[in-house]
């Protein structure tokens, strides 16, 4: 019955920005912590951002501290990855997970998740 749906990926230049969607089903956003990971052609899966049952986000990923901003809309069920001067090697699939429901006020990256959605293609060109 959960179900995470990400959206919004595509095909952005350099500089750019581009915001990604998750829409949730299943669990409420006020009980759920919800991750956002990425992976790269021959690259390992890497965490990207999180954020808590609460507003309280952060960013795992170094290359997009700064760059990177989370935040959801509780009453929509959806939590946004915005994502601002986009870099080639920011290209990848985007996935959001969720570790199902819970009472965390915090999140990590670092955590274990246990359900994905499909994930959205992200490529961004020079």
């Known amino acids: 019955q959960l179900q995470l749906v990400e959206s919004g990926g595509g095909l952005v230049q350099a500089g750019g920005s581009l915001r990604l969607s998750c829409t949730v089903s299943?669990?409420?956003?006020?009980?759920?912590?919800i991750g956002w990971f990425r992976q790269a052609p021959g690259k390992e899966r890497e965490g990207v951002s999180c954020i808590s049952t609460t507003t309280s986000t952060r960013t795992d990923a170094d290359s997009a501290e700064g760059r990177f901003t989370t935040s959801k809309d509780n009453a929509k069920n959806t939590v946004y990855l915005q994502m601002n001067s986009l870099k080639p090697e920011d290209t990848a699939t985007y996935f959001c997970?969720?570790?199902?429901?819970?009472?965390?006020?915090?999140?990590?990256?670092?955590?274990?998740?246990?359900?994905w959605g499909q994930g959205t293609q992200v490529t961004v060109s020079s």
């Open positions: 299943g669990v409420t956003l006020n009980r759920a912590t």
């Open positions: 997970t969720t570790r199902g429901p819970e009472d965390k006020i915090l999140c990590s990256t670092y955590w274990p998740y246990d359900y």
